[in-house]
């Protein structure tokens, strides 16, 4: 089988490898935190948070495992009431009330241009190839939780997305997050670990994202359109148990996407969310090892919406978590290989596919 290997941090000696290895996991007082490796291994219910300093905030790694376990399964009804509760703005929420505002045949041109003006800073806008303008989700990872600033927050540790990269920082009151942008490297001193989201690739190992398209008219210009990605989402924790001592947790995430739009021209032409019953199956057979410990992962899953514009599906694969001392940046390595990916859109009867084997 073809291997995909990423190094995560850097600068790990053979002696810091022996003292992970010999490390008596009594000592790590966290609950469980063991390898999800079924999407039957989910929970029914939200774990702990609040929101502090305009970020949600989870007091446990617990509490955090159960609410993004149950957002990436919860129906469309649970994500918005879950939306409504929240007192902040999260990338998802800003996404899902921008398409809802755009979704209306009746608007005028000044009243499109007013409300991307008003959401320029909450999504992310782009032209495509043919100059039509596209709204994406302006931070992917764990949308629902992350707010327009890219941070959540686990205990002590901040999680900030920025750029490609997923930046755990666990010491805030010593490194300003707002601080913390792209160019930011792994400093263990001063209590920050980075992730890159992106994974490299090597031939002919099948690719860690792909996306395809189908235009049709109706009478309007329509599309489908199903896409994935896996990234790397292993992220950095202060230890309960021992505040001298770090805790990794190694993770991988495969986010799943089916849309359905149209396309509206005003003084531009704008693809945006058109409302349909879909289904869209997932069929996605993963091949990795975390840490030293192989997960082979198969999901088969058929997920149908009514009435909506978008079917996501996304789901994290974790390894067993490895205790590192605040003065050691670890460097360890996660192998993956995706055999193959098959989703299928239905929209008006029409079909999208992606394949790769």
């Known amino acids: 089988m073809n291997q995909l290997k990423f190094v995560i941090y850097t600068f790990l000696s053979l002696l810091t490898l022996t003292t992970i290895s010999s490390c008596n996991k009594d000592d790590v007082n966290?609950?469980?935190?063991?390898?999800?490796?079924?999407?039957?291994l989910r929970t029914n219910s939200l774990g702990s948070?609040?929101?502090?300093?305009?970020?949600?905030?989870?007091?446990?790694?617990?509490?955090?495992?159960?609410?993004?376990?149950?957002l990436q399964s919860a129906?469309?009804?649970q994500l918005v009431s879950f939306r409504n509760t929240i007192s902040t703005e999260t990338a998802a929420k800003a996404y899902t009330s921008f398409v809802d505002l755009v979704d209306d045949e009746n608007m005028t041109n000044a009243q499109i241009e007013t409300?991307?003006?008003?959401?320029?800073?909450?999504?992310?806008?782009?032209?495509?190839?043919?100059?039509?303008?596209?709204v994406y989700i302006k931070y992917a990872i764990n949308p629902e939780i992350t707010n327009l600033n890219g941070e959540y927050q686990v205990g002590q540790t901040v999680i900030k997305q920025a750029g490609t990269k997923l930046i755990s920082i666990t010491n805030p009151t010593l490194v300003d997050p707002s601080t913390v942008n792209e160019t930011t490297t792994t400093n263990g001193t001063n209590g920050v670990y980075v992730t890159e989201t992106v994974l490299a690739i090597s031939p002919p190992c099948c690719p860690t994202s792909d996306s395809k398209t189908l235009e049709y008219n109706d009478g309007k210009r329509k599309r489908v359109r199903a896409s994935y990605q896996l990234v790397n989402t292993t992220q950095v924790f202060n230890n309960p148990a021992d505040?001298?001592?770090?805790?990794?947790?190694?993770?991988?995430?495969?986010?799943?996407?089916?849309?359905?739009?149209?396309?509206r021209c005003f003084i531009f032409c704008w693809w945006s969310g058109s409302k349909?019953?879909?289904?869209?199956?997932?069929?996605?057979n993963i091949s990795h090892s975390l840490a030293g410990v192989?997960?082979?992962?198969?999901?088969?899953?058929?997920?149908s919406n009514g009435n909506t514009s978008e079917i996501r599906f996304t789901n994290g694969f974790r390894g067993n978590p490895i205790s590192i001392l605040t003065s050691f940046p670890i460097d360890f390595v996660i192998e993956v290989c995706v055999n193959s990916v098959y989703q299928r859109?239905?929209?008006?009867?029409?079909?999208?596919?992606?394949?790769?084997?």
């Open 30 to 40: 966290v609950k469980n935190l063991k390898s999800d490796s079924s999407i039957e």
């Open 49 to 70: 948070y609040s929101v502090e300093n305009g970020r949600i905030k989870f007091p446990t790694i617990e509490d955090y495992q159960q609410t993004v376990t149950y």
């Open 75 to 77: 129906t469309d009804a």
């Open 115 to 134: 409300i991307e003006q008003q959401y320029s800073s909450k999504v992310k806008i782009s032209i495509n190839g043919e100059g039509d303008k596209e």
């Open 243 to 263: 505040g001298r001592w770090k805790l990794v947790l190694p993770e991988l995430t495969v986010d799943a996407v089916g849309e359905h739009h149209r396309r």
């Open 276 to 284: 349909t019953s879909m289904q869209h199956d997932w069929n996605i």
């Open 294 to 303: 192989a997960n082979p992962i198969i999901i088969n899953r058929t997920q």
């Open 345 to 357: 859109v239905i929209a008006n009867n029409r079909t999208v596919t992606i394949t790769c084997n």
